[in-house]
Every structure is written in C-alpha cells, then in structure tokens.
Nanobody, 121 residues
C-alpha cells in the first residue's frame, strides 16, 4: 500500500507559477514510478507527467512540455510538479499517483486526494 498526500495548490494569475508536492508513505518510495494527473470540471482525467523510480527519466503530456517539470526526492519520499507560465486552461484538480510498474504512462495503482489549482485570467 502507498498513501499519497498532495499540497501546494491554490489560486494564481495567468503567467504565474506553482509548485505541487506529493508526500508518500507506505511502500519504499524509490520502488514507485510516480505520476501527476489532472481533472478539470466536466472533463476526463488526463496525464500530466511521470518520473521513473530513479528520477532519471520523465515524460510529459505535449501541452505541458516546456512549462511543467516533474522531479522527485527519494530521501524525502516526495515528488514535485513545478508549473510555470500557467494558463487558465490549466485550472483543474491535480492528483499524484504511484505504481510498481516501470512504465511511465498507463494505469496507476495508488492515488492521492488531489489539490486544486485555479488560474485566473
């Protein structure tokens, strides 16, 4: 079992930045592939970014490339999502996820409760 708790969401103006954090507990953190997803009202949940167990490999949705950066600190059992140049369309609930598989995309096994990000125009 893995427990995930997100933090760092909030209200920001367009063009601004936020850094989301996800603290993990339970199974050894470095054994998990970690991902971020988001879901806007009335829309399906979508992949944002993912990072390998070692942190050496990452993957991003096309619309986030160059603006968002995923990172992890295995010593702190935490994964981060640095979001820059935010746009109103980035408004969504952001979820942290974990899985044992080394495949960055696809299904994830464990989910946090989410943190709301609202970008005003």
């Amino acid at each position: 079992q893995v427990q995930l708790v997100e933090s760092g969401g909030g209200l920001v103006q367009a063009g601004g930045s936020l850094r989301l954090s996800c603290a993990a507990s339970g199974r050894t953190f470095s054994a998990n592939t970690m991902g971020w997803f988001r879901q806007a009202p009335g829309k399906e949940r979508e992949f944002v970014a993912a990072i390998s167990r070692s942190g050496m490999t990452s993957d991003y949705a096309d619309s986030m490339k160059g603006r968002f950066t995923i990172s992890r600190d295995n010593a702190k059992n935490t994964v981060y999502l640095q979001m820059n140049s935010l746009k109103p369309e980035d408004t969504a609930a952001y979820y942290c996820a974990a899985k044992m598989s080394g495949i960055l995309r696809g299904q994830y096994d464990y989910w946090g409760q989410g943190t709301q990000v609202t970008v005003s125009s």
